[in-house]
């Protein structure tokens, strides 16, 4: 006979739940798309496939503090698609504007593992770099870890998903050193900066990077990693 705890662990397992990247709603703290002076661009695909093979839902895109075209829709600022049973969507967006950048979130009417890609092009449209992101749960207090090793440059984007102004705090705990700065964003709107240009940074140093509102409010956030036109992206932990 199997003990108690076994049969209990089996069941949790065998439980059909949405996982932590199933959910109806989804928030991406950055987005991007379009040109730089110098001819290189971004463009943004997002990806979305239904929990389950038979579900069939409407999922609505928003994006705020931005614009942006999809290949698939002509859109602005959202765009709403309706997902045929044992299909998924996959929708990048054009790349053709001038680069603007901002935050995005997900509404589906049933649970979605949902993703943006995240990718940058030389001005001959040769691909330089891939990179992507699952959604980011909302928090209070966020950490991810800082190593700038090897001419790394690191980054980091939050999302005020509010209707108010709000106040963050930025840390950064390295050599036994504590850094901090307190940085504002507007209502609906995301800040995206590397972490030297708000905090002083020492050269080929690990450590821990923190954020925390002021008034205990909820974000999201995520951070990247930059090496040369080579990037990717470091998931949060709370």
């Not at 076994?6 to 703290?29: D, G």
């Not at 050269?203 to 909820?218: F, V």
Request: proline content about 7%; overall charge neutral.
């Amino acid at each position: 006979m199997k003990p108690i705890w076994f049969l209990a662990l089996a069941a949790i397992l065998l439980t059909p739940l949405p996982a932590f990247s199933q959910e109806m709603f989804h928030i991406f703290p950055q987005f991007a798309d379009g040109r730089s002076s110098d001819g290189t661009y971004y463009r943004s695909t997002i990806t979305i496939l239904p929990w389950s093979g038979a579900a069939a839902p409407t999922c609505t895109l928003v994006l705020y503090g931005m614009t942006a075209s999809f290949d698939a829709n002509p859109g602005n600022y959202y765009f709403s698609s309706y997902i045929p049973p044992g299909t998924m969507l996959s929708a990048p967006t054009t790349g053709a504007q001038a680069l603007q950048t901002g935050y995005a979130t997900l509404s589906c009417t049933s649970y979605v593992f949902a993703n943006v890609l995240y990718t940058f092009y030389a001005p001959d449209n040769r691909k330089l770099g891939e990179a992507t992101v699952f959604s980011t749960p909302e928090s209070t207090y966020s950490r991810m870890a800082f190593d700038n090793r090897g001419g790394v440059r690191q980054a980091f984007a939050i999302a005020n998903d509010t209707d108010v102004r709000k106040s963050y705090v930025v840390s950064l705990v390295s050599g036994g050193v504590t850094r901090s700065v307190r940085v504002f964003v507007p209502a609906r709107r995301n800040l995206s900066k590397f972490v030297d240009e708000v905090l002083q940074v020492t050269p080929e140093s690990l450590g821990i990077l923190t954020i925390q509102s002021d008034d205990y409010s909820y974000f999201s956030t995520v951070g990247f990693r930059f090496t040369g036109g080579v990037f990717t992206t470091i998931p949060p932990g709370n």
